[in-house]
């Protein structure tokens, strides 16, 4: 009887322990999901790239765009439009072409200087 309920006991114990692994671990992954968005300001909420603010590596990631372009995306900034890729001759058309639905170009807001 005695070990009976020993292995009850030990049953219970593991069982509690595992579920608490579990909702431990969801915490995890919501508070790591939280930090991954605050840390991709470039992405837009349609999952489009604004080139005015994207990172070197975030451009490098488009189709086409390396590390010569990317550089010549930046330097170009800012960007009224994601067309000025092209009038600007920044890309060719065919690399336009393969990243104009991945892109975007908000416009940047001048901050007024504090009084």
Known sequence: M??????LFAAMLSLSLATAGI???KKVTSVKSAESAKEAPA????GLLDINTASEADLKALTGIGDA??????????YAKKDQLLSKKI??????DKIKD??????IVAKKPSK
């Open 2 to 7: 005695r070990n009976l309920f020993a292995l």
């Open 23 to 25: 909702a431990a671990d």
């Open 43 to 46: 992405a837009t909420k349609q």
């Open 69 to 78: 372009y990317s550089k010549k995306i930046i330097a170009g900034r800012p």
């Open 91 to 96: 890309v060719p058309k065919a690399i336009y």
């Open 102 to 107: 991945k892109i975007v170009a908000n416009k």
